[in-house]
């Protein structure tokens, strides 16, 4: 028998000619692919070389050795063991988890109600960006000094005790108002609430007013609108804003340490104390341990909010 051959060149040449659509289609659809590729390549690099490779060297980092002068390259999990195994870092999570709770519930129902002032009772759109815009003055200079402008509010011979003196409020001035967990937590709602701010914000701005006009012609009192209708649609801000605050909060340490006057403690702070004494490796194992908890959190949002309607 002859053998026969097929020349799948010759075949695919007739494909294409007789149906140039799909042929046309399938090299537009190849070279979109690729400038795709192309195009997400530079930002891959980016996170690749500032994000993922950070994080690996503070993993890797993790399980060396080390003692009052050095570390040593090794692979040990005695920096892990010493963590997780001691009461102090269990009891200074628990106070950064209590600040976080306290402080994303403060800035959650503030940033609500700015939010809602500024996307349903400021009818002019130039308005609502010029107090929008009025909001983020402060962030025009640096954390620190907005932090340590309030010591002349609460000190004690500050503007507030003075104030309460003067008028027979109190008979001396009030210890709790600085280098306290309320200085501490006062502070932070006043750095983080912009962060809730501005999402929820967008999220109202998008709502169609029909669904409030008609909530309303069904008989809904204001209270009722509020809560099954724009509270509703305006949880994927709400979500936003508290992965913006919580993971701020979880991280800082500077508030803490100049707010707080040395007599509380946070994870942040730890970390910090421990590469002041070249303790990389137990730092960067605080890192991980926190980095983890943080995601647990950021899920737990995730899957109670899905926040894809917003993006």
């Known amino acids: ?113 700015v939010a809602h002032f500024l996307a349903f009772h400021i009818r002019s759109a130039t308005m609502q960006m010029i107090l929008f815009l009025v909001c983020t003055v402060p962030f025009l200079t640096s954390n620190i000094i907005r932090m340590i402008s309030w010591v002349p509010f609460l000190g004690r011979n500050g503007l507030i005790n003075s104030s309460l003196i003067q008028l027979g409020i109190v008979p001396k001035p009030l210890e709790f108002l600085l280098f306290s967990e309320f200085a501490v937590v006062l502070a932070m709602v006043h750095l983080y609430t912009l962060f809730m701010v501005t999402p929820i914000f967008n999220t109202l701005m998008r709502i169609d007013r029909s669904l409030i006009e008609a909530a309303r012609d069904a008989g809904a009192s204001g209270f009722q609108v509020l809560t099954n209708v724009i509270i509703p649609l305006a949880k994927p801000g709400i979500a936003i804003g508290s992965i913006f605050v919580v993971t701020l909060v979880m991280g800082d340490f500077i508030t803490v340490r100049f707010m707080s006057g040395g007599q509380s403690a946070s994870v942040g702070l730890m970390m910090s104390n421990q590469i002041s004494l070249l303790q990389y490796p137990a730092a960067a194992a605080n890192a991980v341990i926190l980095l983890i908890v943080v995601l647990l959190i950021v899920a737990a949002i995730l899957r109670v909010v899905d926040i894809r309607k917003e993006l």
């Open 1 to 113: 028998m002859a053998a026969i051959v097929v020349d799948d060149t010759s075949i695919s040449s007739e494909s294409e000619r007789a149906n140039p659509k799909t042929a046309g289609k399938i090299r537009r659809d190849g070279g979109s692919s690729f400038s795709s590729y192309l195009q997400a390549t530079p930002l891959a690099v980016i996170l690749g070389l500032f994000l993922l490779l950070p994080i690996l060297t503070i993993g890797m980092v993790s399980f060396w050795d080390y003692d009052s002068v050095r570390i040593y390259p090794d692979f040990v999990t005695f920096n892990y063991t010493e963590t997780l195994g001691s009461w102090v870092t269990w009891k200074t999570y628990l106070n950064t988890l209590k600040f976080t709770v306290i402080v994303w519930a403060l800035t959650m129902v503030i940033g609500f109600w």
